[in-house]
């Protein structure tokens, strides 16, 4: 069982980079098998998938936010990352971490561990 924790600042100032970091508990990320992922979800909207990077360091990301979208990780920390470039107030969510299990090649399932989520407010 897997406990994550995300952490970072609640207030980022527009154009600037938004950088979130969870810490896994309970179980290495390197476990094979592992999907590690951003979500968000904006006020008033419903959840959105930023990416993932996998445990043999695999990255996807959603199209639209790709070109502002770094997720890595840190197995010396047991933990992985958020970047998120040039934010705008259009990017003010409640950011989680979650983990699923790779159910066939390339291709996670429902995400079963996550972490409590941070608001992160994006204003100048």
């Known amino acids: 069982q897997a406990q994550l924790q995300e952490s970072g600042p609640g207030l980022v100032k527009p154009s600037q980079t938004l950088s979130l970091t969870c810490t896994v508990s309970?179980?290495?990320?390197?476990?094979?098998?592992?999907?590690m992922s951003w979500i968000r979800q904006p006020p008033g909207k419903g959840p959105e998938w930023i990416g993932y990077?996998?445990?043999?360091?695999?990255?996807n990301y959603m199209p639209a936010l790709k070109s502002r979208t770094v997720i890595s990780r840190d197995t010396s920390k047991n933990q992985f990352t958020l970047q998120l470039s040039s934010v705008t107030p259009e990017d003010t969510a409640m950011y989680y971490c979650?983990?699923?299990?790779?159910?066939?090649?390339?291709?996670?399932?429902?995400?079963?561990?996550w972490g409590k989520g941070i608001l992160v407010t994006v204003s100048s």
């Open positions: 990077v996998t445990y043999n360091d695999a990255t």
């Open positions: 309970g179980r290495s990320i390197t476990t094979t098998g592992y999907f």
């Open positions: 979650a983990i699923a299990w790779e159910i066939r090649p390339g291709v996670p399932g429902r995400y079963d561990y």
